[in-house]
């Protein structure tokens, strides 16, 4: 699906990079270029990464492998607003604190400004072994100690490098509906990559985002789509991670109770999650991330394969899914 009104077409099912930049634990190199290779064999042309992820190991593995592909035939997206720089006070230490197993001699510092968009650019590019990339997104800008500055210095630097043609589409990344929202009707972007508020689990984003987006042709990349792991089981388990924590035990349960309908209907919860995120009509693209070649090739096959249709009326009947939410078709995925 082209994003906005460019050029820019991607995947309906993309490959996210965080697990390969050792969120949580340390992926061997070997293993992080199977898992990229496994997601292409699956028909992915769309990769999305960051700075951020791995202080920027994610990056540079995710440019090493698609070297070895045409660069006309896949899509990059990547992030801007958080700059590496040397962080002396990190020798010895890891930047587990931020979620990755990487060496902290490096540390992110927010540039919303439009020369610290251009030099994140150009440093993402040096890092992915790349002379372009597709997509530019503002990469939670509500984190920021200056979140206005997105406003009024990224976007408009943004908006500036596609209108010379640098990148294709340009938008904005957030866990946050209200800051999505105000981009979408304040600026001209092309595409919100909105992560964990359009899930099987809970859809706030359907309240006024999602319809903001949709009258504005502003196209929407889900991901977070299984909410840090819940649903990414068949069962959820009591350790089970929502919003990169201990998951509470109101939404394990919920999620369990989720799960129990998909196993009347014989699906999986993931199976069901992954359609779900993929059904509303601004959705370009469902982005998962995976550290290991044999959980892309299953997402692949999840997504490949919609569940039947009577599982979401017994969803909405059950009080497990909002009745207004727009609902797969059984060829959604196909």
């Given at each position: ?7 820019v077409?991607?995947t309906?099912l ?7 930049g ?11 270029a199977a ?10 042309r ?5 700075p ?6 994610a990056?540079?593995?995710l ?5 070895g ?5 896949y899509v990059v ?5 958080r700059?590496?720089v040397?962080?002396?006070?990190g ?5 587990l604190?931020?979620g ?31 002379d ?5 997104l ?8 200056a979140?206005?500055t ?21 938008g ?6 209200a ?8 600026t ?29 042709g502003?196209?929407?990349?889900n ?26 035990t ?16 014989g ?28 959980h892309?090739r ?25 009745a207004d939410?727009?609902?797969p ?6």
């Amino acid at each position: 699906m082209m994003l906005g009104r460019t050029e820019v077409a991607v995947t309906a099912l993309g490959f996210g990079t965080a697990p390969i930049g050792n969120l949580y634990r340390a992926v061997p190199d070997e293993r992080a270029a199977a898992t990229v290779a496994a997601a292409w064999d699956a028909g992915v042309r769309y990769f999305d990464t960051a700075p951020h992820y791995g202080l920027g190991l994610a990056e540079r593995r995710l440019g090493e492998v698609l070297a070895g592909y045409p660069r006309d035939e896949y899509v990059v997206s990547t992030k801007v607003g958080r700059l590496l720089v040397p962080n002396p006070d990190g020798v010895g230490r890891t930047d587990l604190d931020n979620g990755f197993d990487v060496p902290a001699d490096l540390r992110r510092a927010w540039d919303l400004t439009a020369d610290g968009i251009r030099r994140s650019l150009d440093e993402s590019l040096g890092r992915l072994g790349l002379d372009r990339v597709d997509v530019a997104l503002i990469h939670d800008p509500d984190e920021s100690d200056a979140p206005e500055t997105a406003l009024t210095g990224a976007y408009p630097a943004l908006r500036e490098l596609r209108a010379q043609g640098v990148v294709g589409a340009i938008g904005i990344g957030s866990k946050q509906p209200a800051i999505l929202r105000r981009f979408v009707e304040e600026t001209d972007l092309d595409v919100i990559m909105l992560a964990g508020r359009y899930t099987l689990l809970e859809q706030p984003a359907l309240d006024d985002l999602l319809p903001s987006c949709q009258r504005r042709g502003v196209s929407v990349v889900n991901v977070g789509v299984f909410n840090s792991g819940l649903l990414a089981t068949d069962w959820p388990e009591q350790d089970a991670h929502y919003e990169y924590d201990a998951a509470p035990t109101d939404l394990i349960d919920r999620a369990r109770r989720i799960a129990s309908v998909c196993r009347r209907h014989g699906t999986a919860l993931p199976q069901a999650a992954l359609a779900f995120a993929a059904a509303y009509p601004s959705m370009a693209s469902v982005v998962v991330g995976a550290e290991r070649p044999e959980h892309m090739r299953r997402n692949a096959e999840l997504f490949a394969a919609p569940p039947p249709a009577p599982l979401w009326a017994d969803l909405v009947a059950e009080g497990l899914l909002r009745a207004d939410a727009p609902i797969p078709s059984p060829t959604a995925a196909a």
